[in-house]
């Protein structure tokens, strides 16, 4: 089956405790995003990767890092968390433009700052 | 600014009811989506559209791409409770890839039975 698996789906952690929240696809997509989700603001963008080794910066990159160093795998980082980033984080693949395939999206992970 | 903006932001109907939801850019773009959300989880791909003039059904929800390829609208027939979510507008403003998509802030739809 086709699917984007996250982990954790849920996480409450301190203020300062590095964490990874984790992101696998199993369809050979070339393109992978993370997003967080936040009342009143939608989704934003926060990384996006085009291939392996391949990463850029989505509307709101601070305090997040990321990592392509396989197809299948795109982590989030966040090296020391603060209350600012409690929020629900998607992680989505897809192929490139053109193909004319969807956006495949993960269950979410929500994750609370203290 | 918000670069894609949906309307309403929310929406409740009655059972039966038609509605529709609009998503319009100040941009062009190069391909719409569009996606379903039940509260807290993930996104639900429904139809993409990529060329101006462009309409797709699938069930009862038709979507279309107007000719200026700057505005979408979602329109739903016989509402039914399981239409019941949030519905996104995603949008490549770029021309590269779904790697890019700016989202709307969604409209939520409440069906009352």
């Known amino acids: 089956e086709a699917q984007v698996t996250q982990n954790p789906r849920y996480l409450i952690t301190v203020t300062g405790k590095k964490l990874t929240v984790t992101c696998s696809q199993n369809?050979?997509?070339?393109?992978m995003s993370w997003y967080r989700q936040d009342p009143g603001l939608g989704l934003r963008q926060i990384y996006y990767?085009?291939?392996?080794?391949?990463?850029d910066k989505g509307d709101v990159p601070e305090g997040y890092k990321v990592s392509r160093k396989e197809k299948r795998n795109f982590p989030l980082i966040l090296e020391s968390p603060s209350p600012n980033q409690t929020s629900l984080y998607f992680c989505?693949?897809?192929?490139?433009?053109?193909?004319?395939?969807?956006?495949?999206f993960g269950q979410g992970t929500r994750l609370t700052v203290v | 600014s918000q670069e894609l903006e949906q309307s309403p932001q929310s929406l409740i109907v009655q059972e039966g009811k038609n509605l529709t939801i609009n998503c319009t850019s100040s941009?062009?773009?190069?391909?719409l989506y569009w996606y379903k959300q039940k509260y807290g989880e993930g996104l639900i791909f429904l139809m993409m559209?990529?060329?101006?003039?462009e309409e797709k059904s699938h069930e009862k929800i038709t979507a279309k791409l107007d000719e200026k390829k700057q505005q979408s609208s979602l329109h739903i027939t016989a509402s039914q409770p399981s239409h019941a979510g949030i519905y996104l507008c995603?949008?490549?403003?770029?021309?590269?890839?779904?790697?890019?998509?700016?989202f709307g802030k969604g409209t939520k739809l409440s069906v009352k039975p």
């Open positions: 995603g949008a490549d403003m770029l021309g590269g890839s779904q790697g890019n998509l700016i």
């Open positions: 941009k062009t773009l190069y391909g």
């Open positions: 559209l990529q060329k101006g003039g």
């Open positions: 369809m050979n997509h070339e393109y």
């Open positions: 989505a693949s897809s192929q490139p433009y053109g193909r004319n395939t969807e956006a495949f």
């Open positions: 990767s085009m291939n392996v080794e391949v990463t």
